[in-house]
């Protein structure tokens, strides 16, 4: 089955800079790529979700880029904001779809001021 | 209101005493999913179901059981819980892939097997 390793496990930033958390996977045929952001206590939220036959894709501060070739997926925040502070999630899914999704064990960002 | 509901949020048990704990969700989605969230190793899909009776292992799914009788209620049922299914519980609906993949999911729910 799918394996999806996400790193670091843990990213302090200040206020402004940009943050980046990388995702590796292992099923070539995964070709569904979201990414969840949860709050202290609360659900996870899907922010952003990328297919394989995109390259990147970009929201306002946050864009997602994705190698297929070495089966990698990154996060990236700009401008970072306290409100950012959270655990963020990877997936991939083979089913091109949210139904069968592997998680990456998350990455808990923190904005300092 | 759009939303996922699960119930009850918070759970103490016993070892071997069966329990079940409700999903419903009203956006008529067609996929349902519950993960076990545990800390350092994420969110893990325990089982998903793609319609009404169709259902399939997700990466976990020793010693839970679904159903899935109707399209908007998928429930998880622990017939003889243990210690080690102590965890936050997740159900998630979405969209068939033409709708759209973006994932709901519920409030969680927080079992403690004692």
């Known amino acids: 089955g799918e394996n999806v390793e996400q790193h670091p496990s843990t990213l302090s930033v200040q206020e402004g800079d940009s943050a980046v958390i990388k995702c590796t996977y292992s099923?070539?045929?995964?070709?569904?790529f979201p990414w969840y952001k949860q709050e202290l206590g609360k659900r996870p939220q899907l922010i952003i979700d990328?297919?394989?036959?995109?390259g990147e894709k970009k929201d306002q501060r946050i864009a997602v880029t994705l190698n297929k070739t070495a089966k990698h997926f990154s996060l990236h925040i700009t401008e970072t904001q306290p409100e950012d502070s959270a655990v963020y999630f990877c997936?991939?899914?083979?089913?091109?779809?949210?139904?069968?999704?592997?998680f990456g064990t998350g990455t808990r960002l923190q904005v300092t001021l | 209101e759009a939303q996922v509901t699960q119930n009850p949020r918070y759970l103490i048990t016993v070892t071997g005493k069966k329990l079940t704990v409700t999903c419903s969700q009203n956006m008529n989605h067609e996929y349902m999913s519950w993960y076990r969230q545990d800390p350092g190793l994420g969110l893990r899909q325990i089982y998903y179901s793609m319609n009404v009776e169709v259902t399939d292992k997700g990466d976990v799914p020793e010693g839970y059981k679904v159903s899935r009788k109707e399209k908007r209620n998928f429930p998880l049922i622990l017939e003889s819980p243990s210690p080690n299914q102590t965890s936050l519980y997740f159900c998630a609906s979405s969209l068939s892939s033409s709708g759209g993949p973006t994932q709901y999911f519920g409030p969680g729910t927080r079992l403690l097997v004692l």
């Open positions: 997936a991939a899914s083979p089913t091109g779809t949210a139904s069968k999704l592997t």
């Open positions: 990328i297919r394989s036959n995109v």
């Open positions: 099923d070539s045929a995964s070709n569904y």
